[in-house]
């Protein structure tokens, strides 16, 4: 089982959204996402998480390691709607992760709200990931 994904540029940060289950197999193409972030966007990358089913260890420790990479990199992680579960795997040497109840949440701590306009905002997804009307 894998994960779809979309990235989303938009006002100084970027939105990376997860479907799926971020278990063992999804982690590497979670971490090609973080990669295809860094490539793209400045400012902050928060994480949705609303349409994850779940996660696994590896899955968290992917995050975790995506905190670290784009730290490196001057960018900071943060995450939205974790699942119900509320753990993440801290791995006691990393960046802290702020965690946001939910995606408007997470755009208000940052004085932002949505981009409804599609100039200025850009959008890159897997095939996988269903087309917004």
Known sequence: MTIDWRYTVEE???ILSVAGYLGPDAARRFTGAV?????RGTGPVIVD???????????QMAIAEAAHRLL???????????PADGSLVPTGDGPPIPVH???PTARAAHGTGRTESAAGR????????????
Do not use: F, P, Y
Request: charged share 25%.
């Open 72 to 82: 490196e990199a001057g960018r900071g992680l943060e995450l939205a709607a974790i």
């Open 101 to 103: 109840a939910d995606l």
């Open 122 to 133: 850009h959008e890159w997804r897997t095939t996988g990931w269903a087309v917004e009307d």
């Open 35 to 39: 990669g295809w972030a860094l490539g």
């Open 49 to 59: 998480l609303t349409e994850l089913r779940g996660w696994s260890a590896e899955g």
């Open 12 to 14: 100084n940060l970027g």
